[in-house]
């Protein structure tokens, strides 16, 4: 279906001929509104539009976009409001009272089956939040009394728009883009018979994905994107580098530094990719953002893995020449260093130093942002080419290539971006290692295309150096893993972090606990949110409330405690069963399936892999999960984190925390128990717990079984470990721990 790029109401709607000019004259001038799937309207008789609420002019566009007249269901409230009371009597607005709907009701009904097209917004009122709400009922009654068939639409692009409630504030703000681009997608009609709230989410989460895909900046190449925003901003601080010395680096310095760079590496760096080994900081931006102007591929590496695995990375990845720091060299010798290993300073040195430099410094102040890129010869267009390479933390099994494109990294940011969660003005404090896609995502890409403030600290294990950093730079954002986040219960105090106000956390699932003592101790409620190196990575995330809705005293919930958060936008998901593969619904736990921009486009060299992890465009996540009619996702633990005992899945974390619960232990030290399956020839598997604790098996029985846990869900075998194998990003290393398992069991399990 071609996109219709110049809808024009053209006679065709309610509104008067004098506001129907005036109306399109003001929608030229602050939007582009393309379109897609119109044909899917019925030319003739009754139709039912449903479509998501995110602004005050989302009619506007949809009737740009619709070949037929449309009237819309309004909130009567706003007919109190003088320019609303003339829009709803002149262009042929129902009015609708949710306190009294029947009158509304009956009107909307009566239109339809006079053969008219009807708008309604099934969730109700505007979205605060930027994502679909929950889906009420009362389409399908329209639907369902008039007989009409019911076309799902979906508009893109107007939140963060003047008329939306971006910021939370409506009116008093500027658009980012003018005009700005708007797509509309319509969807394939569905009998009133069939459409119901379910069908209704999941088609417009399908539409929203399409419509996402639109989006012209998604086409564009990632380093021509970062350069042109360093250079609009060149005077401000972009990155505090707090170690080994405290320093700034402006927006200028850093687009400066890594022009210079880039040129060298051009010319002297062979290959595709170039390996990055390098702690968060000022290096770690510097040298990413010049390998991408360069025209390389990035490829940062797990310092923390086994020599085999990085041996295995660069060898797959192909990488020849690897940039790094001395201090980082010296830190890791046994770390398989190609021969063309180079230091960051002496090829900054051998680039020209500050003789290079100082032209492109100049440059970033004096000429205009879009001259820059084309001065460093970037292309215009990167959409579906490799941006960079990432390898999987190798948790449950050998690392993965992930390959993301400019299309992925450039979606996600704008994901993330469309929520208030990252505002402009935050200062985040960067700790994840680059390695990880959040740390690699969002705190160096993000906050270079949205222009954050970022903070760095070498590791997410200095918790005393991430506090202080934290109270030194007043950081308002905290990103970080459960594992990273409870030392700080014992060893930070509630005035150190007095400028937070936000603390994320992903890579697995949070501890209720932990979430308690965070909001008892600090006062802060962290936000839990899901991702994947696959889906680069943010998927899912809980943000914090928006205002209340003082019209109408409405809540809209922007997080939910025990789940993830609400897709991202221009996501869609599915649930299936993950034997047959069937569709469940939404509502019901089975195997997470995702589709978006954001989604990967493969596993390096390994067509197999991908062929498994990605069919028909969905992503097959591996976690068992489910929805609730809100939208918000629970994870309910890694399809690999089950064992199948006696016919019976039983889910190796529930398990895990139900231990840690029972016997009250604290974790701020690290980890204190993992359980993994074992091969068992009476049942299939048996559970093995490893712990860091003197526990025994009978102990460990009594309290479970007085826990409520049925029998085939208690360990089997227990062994004391001096330490949980843990991975750099924080992760239980469930491979490590299953090889140990097994080699302390020896067979010993039937």
């Known amino acids: 279906m071609a996109a219709n790029p110049r809808p024009s109401l053209s006679g065709r709607s309610y509104v008067p001929f004098v506001f129907e000019r005036l109306t399109i004259l003001l929608a030229w001038l602050m939007y582009r509104v393309r379109s897609r799937g119109a044909e899917h309207i019925p030319k003739s008789g009754g139709v039912l539009l449903i479509a998501n609420h995110i602004s005050y002019v989302d009619v506007v566009t ?7 007249p449309i009237r819309f269901i309004g909130y009567r409230g706003l007919s109190e409001h003088a320019f609303f009371n003339f829009v709803f009597r002149h262009c042929g607005v129902i009015p609708i009272s949710s306190a009294s709907p029947t009158e509304g009701m009956r009107a909307a009904i009566k239109a339809l089956q006079a053969g008219e097209v009807v708008l309604i917004f099934p969730e109700g009122s505007i979205s605060r939040t930027g994502q679909l709400m929950a889906i009420r009922k009362g389409f399908e009654v329209l639907a369902r009394r008039a007989q009409v068939p019911v076309v799902p639409a979906f508009v893109d692009g107007l939140w963060g728009s003047v008329f939306s409630f971006a910021g939370n504030k409506y009116l008093w703000k500027s658009p980012r883009m003018m005009p700005t681009p708007v797509f509309v997608a319509f969807g394939r009609p569905l009998t009133w018979q069939e459409a119901d709230c379910a069908w209704a989410r999941r088609a417009m989460l399908d539409l929203g994905a399409e419509a996402f895909e639109e989006r012209p900046v998604l086409r564009r190449h990632l380093a021509r994107e970062a350069v042109r925003q360093l250079a609009k901003r060149p005077g401000k601080i972009e990155l505090i580098d707090r170690y080994p010395a405290r320093r700034e680096v402006k927006a200028a310095q850093l687009l400066a530094v890594a022009a210079a760079l880039s040129r060298r590496l051009r010319a002297t760096a062979p290959g595709a990719r170039i390996g990055l080994v390098f702690p968060p900081g000022a290096g770690a931006t510097i040298a990413n953002l010049a390998v991408a102007c360069a025209g390389k591929v990035p490829v940062n590496l797990n310092f923390t893995a086994g020599r085999a695995s990085l041996e295995a990375s660069l060898r797959v990845a192909e990488i020849s020449t690897v940039l790094t720091a001395d201090a980082v060299r010296t830190k ?35 000429l205009p942002n879009q001259w820059i890129p084309a001065l460093l010869g970037l292309p215009r267009v990167g959409d579906r080419t490799e941006a ?23 979606a996600n940011c704008a994901q993330i971006s469309s929520l208030s969660i990252l505002p402009d003005n935050a200062r985040i404090l960067g700790c994840l290692p680059i390695f990880h896609s959040f740390g690699f995502t969002v705190t160096i890409w993000y906050p270079i295309l949205r222009g954050c403030q970022v903070v760095t600290v070498p590791s997410p294990l200095e918790t005393r150096k991430i506090a202080e950093a934290i109270r030194d730079e007043e950081a308002t954002v905290l990103i970080g893993a459960p594992t990273f986040l409870r030392p700080f219960l014992k060893k930070v105090t509630s005035a150190e972090l007095r400028s937070l106000d936000l603390v994320v956390t992903g890579a697995e699932k949070l501890p209720s606990d932990l979430y308690d003592a965070f909001l008892q101790q600090y006062h802060i409620e962290i936000m839990q949110g899901y991702g994947l190196t696959e889906t680069t990575p943010v998927s899912n995330v809980n943000q914090p409330d928006p205002p209340l809705v003082t019209d109408t005293a409405e809540v809209q919930p922007g997080k939910r405690r025990g789940t993830v958060g609400r897709l991202m936008p221009g996501m869609s998901a599915r649930i299936v069963d993950p034997e047959t593969g069937a569709e469940k619904p939404m509502t019901e736990t089975g195997m997470l399936w995702l589709r978006g921009a954001n989604i ?9 892999k991908t062929a498994t992890a990605l069919r028909d465009g969905w992503f097959v996540t591996g976690d068992l999960a489910r929805f609730d009619t809100d939208g918000f996702l629970s994870i309910e633990g890694r399809l690999s984190r089950f064992s199948k005992i006696g016919g019976e899945m039983v889910p190796h974390g529930t398990v895990e925390q139900k231990i840690i619960e029972a016997f009250g232990w604290d974790q701020s030290d690290g980890l ?21 604790r003197e526990v025994t098996p009978e102990a460990l029985r009594e ?5 409520g846990l049925p029998n085939l869900w208690v360990p089997k075998l227990v062994y004391r470990v001096e330490k949980i194998p843990v991975l750099g990003t924080g992760k239980t290393d469930l491979k490590g721990c299953r090889e140990l398992a097994l080699k302390l069991a020896g067979g010993r399990t039937g």
């Open 388 to 410: 960079a390479l990432l390898f999987t933390s190798g948790s449950s099994g050998e690392p993965k290539g992930v390959v993301l494109t400019h299309r992925n990294l450039l």
């Open 600 to 608: 990967f486009t493969g596993y390096l060299h390994d067509p197999e």
């Open 672 to 692: 204190v128990a993992a359980v993994v399956g074992v091969p068992d020839p009476a049942k299939g598997e048996a559970l093995v717990l490893l712990t860091a």
């Open 703 to 707: 309290k479970l079984t007085a826990a």
């Open 62 to 68: 949809i009737q740009l976009a619709c070949p037929r």
């Open 332 to 366: 890791f010798p046994d770390f398989p260093w190609p021969a063309d290993t180079r230091d960051l300073r002496a090829e900054i040195a051998a680039a020209g130093g500050k003789r290079a430099i100082l032209p492109w410094l100049l440059a970033a102040w004096v």
